[in-house]
């Protein structure tokens, strides 16, 4: 079993920035990816950006060159550095998990989300 608790978010303007982190623990020596993906309210859950071992993190072409994914492995801490912060980016944000063998879309963990709030 694997917990993820997310934290960082908050309410800024347009341009500006927010880390959001996201604290695991339990069994995490199989999960063998981690992301960040957004819901708005009205639309569909979408994915932000994915770090998988071993390989080179993948992001939404909508915050390509904003955003940056890290793992430290030293905190057990998944980061996501957002930068150049848009309204449209304004959503609750969620941690996830996905255990070694799955395939590549499917997490099985999820955290509870912390919000997000950018003005104009």
């Known amino acids: 079993q694997v917990e993820l608790v997310e934290s960082g978010g908050g309410s800024v303007q347009a341009g500006g920035s927010l880390r959001l982190s996201c604290a695991r623990s339990?069994?995490?020596?199989?999960?063998?990816?981690m992301g960040w993906f957004r819901q708005a309210p009205g639309r569909e859950r979408e994915r932000v950006a994915i770090?998988?071992?071993?390989?080179?993190?993948t992001y939404a072409d909508f915050v390509k060159g904003r955003f940056a994914i890290s793992l430290d492995n030293a905190k057990n801490t998944l980061l996501l550095q957002m930068n150049g912060l848009k309204p449209e980016d304004t959503a609750k944000y969620y941690c996830a998990a996905r255990t070694c063998g799955r395939p590549e879309r499917n997490f099985d963990y999820w955290g509870q989300g912390t919000q997000v709030s950018v003005s104009s």
């Open positions: 339990g069994v995490t020596y199989n999960i063998c990816s």
């Open positions: 770090f998988t071992v071993d390989a080179a993190p």
